[in-house]
């Protein structure tokens, strides 16, 4: 059933993107010259458009382009401002919209697609004239068209499929945003106790966010049952990351997908241990209530034992005052490993990451970004899983900004910054979900 919805919908997407393409094009060349007295006269293009068949609509175009690469943040509740899933709210917006993507800004920048293929890159990273779609329906007068021409874009799954296991924070929290270094930004640590008995793995995870609009990211590992006894069900400030490092499961921010781990494959929870959620909760400017969580498909055993390992320098010390400090760590990996996913991860002073693999013929992009984004942290699951043979390196490099050009700043003056896992210190990873060899 499933896979023949797929197929429809895989038709019907090729079809109109064909159809949009010309359609872009013709629409953007009628008015390029009548843009200007155009604006006045929305309403009788409206009508104009029930006779043209070229037109850019909101249904046929606009709508399912807006579902690819805007919705899963702009919608009503979510994180980002409007509600794009609104045909009149779109319009009133249409001219930041388009001023927010021509300038780069939107949507958010994710991992380079042209370094390595990710599952759902081409919802994260529209094509470069994506904006020509918008110019033209502006250009064309908005018009709405006929339900009927619209087709759901192709897009990966965003919920996990059946999920054997939820875990959701224990009580209602409203963040209160107190720290005195961080204004307008909480880390708030909870506890996500399965209950169980023996050791269990996870074979699939997606996170159920309750309160989108001030939630920016998350993070989840794994700690010691008997060390987290005494936090509540309000959980406990975590600045730092503490135990995050070594015990990593997974990185979720806005687009991210639900990570499916190969068949017969998963990260193993212990007996004596819990899962901890981080939530990274952004200022909203009323008090909201959060109780967010994972989905979980587990299994009692595994056929290979997967792990998030920690890839990256320990040892740097970024100037006070640099915007373009450079560390890495590159390694010769002793076994051949396979990496699944990876999951880039630097604080608040990152721009620019590197993952590479050298082989004997050349190198080898796994992840790449200059426009790191803490706030859009992800995990990037490859779509050919990459297989890297013993002997070849490995580097992880990151790029940081310690100045004052720099708006993400925590300390103005600029301080020096070390290795650390508190959120104004820095850290430099890329997490890589490969079978636990070292
Ligand atoms: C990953 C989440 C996310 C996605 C995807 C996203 N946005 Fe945003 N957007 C935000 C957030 C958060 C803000 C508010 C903070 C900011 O400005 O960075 C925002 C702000 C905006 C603004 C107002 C501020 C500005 O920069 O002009 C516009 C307009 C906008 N987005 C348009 C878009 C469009 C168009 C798309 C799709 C092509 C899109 N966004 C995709 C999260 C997102």
């Known amino acids: 059933m499933r896979l023949l919805t797929l197929l429809l919908v895989l038709i019907g997407a090729v079809g109109c993107d064909d159809a949009k393409d010309t359609q872009a094009a013709t629409s953007a060349a009628d008015t390029d010259t009548d843009t200007?007295?155009?604006?006045?006269?929305?309403?009788?293009?409206?009508?104009?458009?029930?006779?043209?068949?070229?037109?850019?609509?909101?249904?046929?175009?606009?709508?399912?382009?807006?579902?690819?690469?805007?919705?899963?943040?702009?919608?009503?509740g979510g994180q980002g401002p409007g509600d794009f899933t609104d045909v009149d709210a779109t319009i009133d917006l249409l001219p930041a919209m388009i001023a927010a993507m021509e300038g780069g800004r939107m949507p958010p920048p994710s991992a380079d697609?042209?370094?390595?293929?990710?599952?759902?890159?081409?919802q994260l990273n529209p094509p470069d004239d994506a904006v020509d779609l918008l110019l033209a329906w502006q250009a064309a007068g908005t018009p709405v068209g006929v339900e009927t021409a619209y087709t759901a874009p192709d897009a990966p799954e965003t919920e996990l499929a059946d999920p054997d296991l939820v875990l959701t924070i224990q009580a209602p929290y409203v963040p209160s945003f107190t720290n005195p270094y961080e204004p307008g930004n909480e880390y708030r640590c909870f506890v996500l106790d399965p209950g169980h008995t023996e050791d269990f793995y996870i074979t699939a995870l997606a996170p159920q966010v309750d309160a989108a609009a001030i939630v920016h990211h998350t993070v989840l590992f794994t700690r010691s049952r008997a060390d987290l006894s005494w936090v509540g069900a309000d959980g406990y400030d975590c600045f730092d990351e503490a135990g995050a490092v070594t015990d990593m499961v997974h990185g979720w921010a806005p687009g991210g997908l639900p990570l499916e781990m190969p068949e017969g494959s998963g990260i193993r929870v212990g007996a004596d241990e819990v899962l901890v959620l981080q939530m990274h909760y952004f200022a909203s400017t009323e008090s909201v209530t959060d109780q967010s969580g994972y989905a979980f498909r587990t299994a009692p055993m595994v056929d290979d034992e997967l792990q998030m390992y920690p890839w990256g320098p320990y040892e740097f010390w970024i100037p006070a005052?640099?915007?373009?400090?450079?560390?890495?760590?590159?390694?010769?990996?002793?076994?051949?490993?396979?990496?699944?996913?990876?999951?880039?991860?630097?604080?608040?002073?990152?721009?620019?990451?590197?993952?590479?693999?050298?082989?004997?013929?050349?190198?080898?992009?796994?992840v790449q970004s200059d426009a790191y984004d803490f706030d859009n942290q992800l995990t990037y699951t490859l779509v050919e899983p990459y297989e890297l043979g013993a002997g070849e390196r490995l580097t992880m490099e990151c790029t940081w900004n310690n100045s004052t050009s720099n708006p993400d700043l925590i300390y103005d003056p600029p301080i020096d910054v070390g290795w650390g896992e508190r959120t104004d210190q820095e850290m430099c990873f890329s997490f890589i979900l490969t079978s636990a060899i070292f």
């Open 36 to 76: 200007d007295a155009d604006s006045d006269t929305d309403t009788d293009t409206d009508s104009d458009t029930d006779t043209d068949t070229t037109a850019v609509t909101w249904h046929g175009d606009v709508r399912p382009a807006l579902e690819s690469w805007c919705t899963r943040c702009h919608f009503d």
């Open 113 to 122: 697609p042209d370094c390595r293929d990710y599952l759902g890159s081409a």
């Open 321 to 366: 005052g640099d915007d373009d400090y450079s560390a890495s760590f590159g390694l010769s990996i002793p076994v051949d490993i396979t990496i699944y996913a990876v999951f880039p991860h630097m604080h608040r002073l990152g721009w620019a990451y590197h993952l590479w693999a050298e082989t004997s013929f050349n190198d080898e992009c796994l």
